[in-house]
């Protein structure tokens, strides 16, 4: 999508470069520690669907390298929209993201666990990590850009339902007093759908290579 076209634009030797130098910082922490010594000997597949972008984090040694994805089957996938990942920074909660289909994880057993917990410990970190890297005022660039496009996109969505509220009173499809109680009675139902969706699909099998 359009949203992706400045991440389309950069090299992937240069994002290869950001997300490793992070993640090594991140990986300081005990906690990450643990999760990257479980994750020892696998490889992760991180997509961002929408730029295109796929990379693979090798783990070794309690060190990770990241590299553009190769043509191998990986130990488990991380997989969402450029938008997905922003709500990731902003600080949603990733089991929520998952739940509602906007990241999706999955691979074999052994790998998911330290994976959800790293992904924990790198949302927990990331600023502090790009800043020492890269210096302050990068980490604030990413982190303003990720507010940014979270921010831009909800603005479009609100009007986008003011749009179809005054579509469907002006039809006389739905009585405006009505209309916010039945919305949000939508919306709800369509988060259930996610929940379940993600709950199906964590009971399938991993896809063999």
């Known amino acids: 999508s359009w949203l992706a076209m400045p991440l389309r634009l950069m090299p992937e030797a240069v994002v290869c470069v950001v997300v490793e130098s992070a993640l090594l910082w991140v990986l300081r922490a005990p906690k990450a520690q643990e999760a990257a010594d479980r994750l020892h000997g696998n490889v992760v597949r991180v997509h961002v669907t929408d730029a295109g972008l796929a990379l693979d984090l090798t783990f070794e040694d309690l060190k990770v390298r990241v590299r553009p994805a190769g043509g191998g089957a990986p130990h488990a996938e991380v997989e969402g929209d ?3 990942y922003a709500r990731l920074l902003i600080g949603d909660d990733p089991d929520e993201l998952v739940m509602r289909r906007r990241l999706r994880l999955r691979g074999e057993g052994e790998a998911m666990v330290p994976l959800k917990a790293l992904l924990a410990q790198a949302q927990a970190h990331w600023e502090e990590a790009l800043a020492a890297a890269f210096g302050p005022w990068f980490a604030r660039r990413v982190r303003e850009a990720a507010r940014g496009l979270v921010g831009g996109v909800e603005a479009l ?16 499809a739905v009585p405006r007093r009505e209309f916010e109680p039945w919305q949000a009675g939508v919306e709800q139902l369509v988060r259930e759908l996610a929940r379940l969706e993600a709950r199906i699909a964590a009971l399938e099998p991993p896809k063999s290579a």
Not at 157 to 172: F, M
């Open 82 to 84: 450029l938008l997905s």
């Open 157 to 172: 969505e609100a009007r986008a339902r003011k749009a179809i509220a005054d579509a469907a009173v002006a039809v006389g």
